[in-house]
C-alpha cells in the first residue's frame, strides 16, 4: 500500500477527482498545500481534502495569502492571475468556515515512514511558504534550500537531518538525492507547468520508500466551462485556459 502524495490543487477538482480515481489503494494521503487560486471549485476542493482526512497536509503560499489577506508572492509570469483569481474566485466561494479551516494549517510537519524520517512544506526547509526548489537550480542553491534556521532569531543554520523532503509549490516533479537526503515533488495536480497538461500526483512506497510521479489525464473542457460560468474576464479567462492546455505558463 502507497503513500498518495498531491500537492498545488488550485480549485480544480475535476483533476483532484481522476487523481483519486487513478491512484485507489493507497494507504494514506498526504498534502503539500495550495489548495485554492485558479481553478473554479476551491471551496469544494477544501470540502473533499478534508473528508479525506489527510495524515499530513500544510499549508501552501496561495494558502496563505487568501487566509491572511496578503499577496502570495508567486512568480512574476502568473502573479497578475493569481491576484485576479484570488479576488473574483476564491474569496467568493470560500466559506468563512473554510477560510478558518485554512488557516489553522501548518507550514511544516514531520512523518516517520518505515523508520525513514521524513519532512514535508510545501515550498523548502529553508522558506517554507516560498522557497522554489526547483531541478534546474544549481546544486549548492539546493543544497541551501534544505537548510534550516539553529532558532527563530539565529543567522545561522544546518542542513536538515531527514531521509527525504517532499515538497510542491513548483508545479514541476522532481526526484533527487542531495547528502543522503532525497528531494521529492508530485508535482501540480491541478496546475501543471512542466508543459505535460495531465494531472501528477506521486505514489510513495513505504517500504522501499521508492517514489513514483504519475501523470493522468483529466476532462480540461469540463473545467473551462466551469471557469466560462463564473463570468470571468475574458483576458483571465483566456489566460487559464491556455495554462490548463498547455501545461505551461
Known amino acids: 500500500m502507497s503513500i498518495l502524495i498531491i500537492s498545488d490543487i488550485h480549485g480544480n477538482l475535476t483533476a483532484l477527482k481522476a487523481v483519486l480515481e487513478d491512484s485507489k489503494g493507497w494507504s494514506d494521503i498526504w498534502v503539500l498545500g495550495d489548495l485554492v487560486d485558479y481553478g473554479p471549485e476551491p471551496h469544494l476542493v477544501v470540502d473533499l481534502i478534508k473528508d479525506l482526512k489527510p495524515s499530513i497536509i500544510v499549508m501552501g503560499n496561495h494558502d ?30 470560500l466559506s468563512r468556515e473554510q477560510v478558518y479551516w485554512l488557516k489553522n494549517l501548518s507550514i511544516s510537519a514531520d512523518a516517520s515512514v518505515a523508520s525513514r524520517r521524513v519532512y514535508a512544506v510545501h515550498g523548502s526547509p ?7 526548489m526547483k531541478p534546474n537550480l544549481p546544486h549548492n542553491a539546493l543544497l541551501n534550500m534544505l537548510s534550516l534556521k539553529q532558532s527563530k532569531y539565529s543567522l545561522s543554520s544546518r542542513t536538515i537531518d531527514v531521509d527525504a523532503v517532499v515538497a510542491g509549490h513548483t508545479h514541476i516533479p522532481m526526484k533527487i538525492v542531495m547528502r543522503n537526503t532525497a528531494v521529492f515533488n508530485p508535482g501540480s495536480v491541478g ?10 500526483y506521486g505514489l510513495l512506497d513505504p ?27 475574458e483576458k483571465y479567462l483566456t489566460w487559464l485556459e491556455r495554462i490548463l492546455r498547455q501545461g505551461s505558463t
Open 191 to 200: 496546475q501543471p507547468r512542466d508543459g505535460d497538461p495531465r494531472a501528477s
Open 64 to 93: 496563505y495569502a487568501v487566509v491572511h489577506g496578503v499577496d502570495c508572492r508567486c512568480g512574476e509570469e502568473v502573479h497578475e492571475l493569481s491576484v485576479y483569481t484570488r479576488l473574483n474566485i476564491s474569496l467568493k466561494l
Open 126 to 132: 529553508s522558506d517554507p511558504l516560498y522557497g522554489y
Open 207 to 233: 517500504d522501499s520508500f521508492e517514489f513514483r510521479v504519475i501523470r493522468v489525464k483529466y476532462d480540461v473542457d469540463a473545467v473551462v466551462n466551469k471557469l466560462k460560468h463564473l463570468n470571468l474576464e
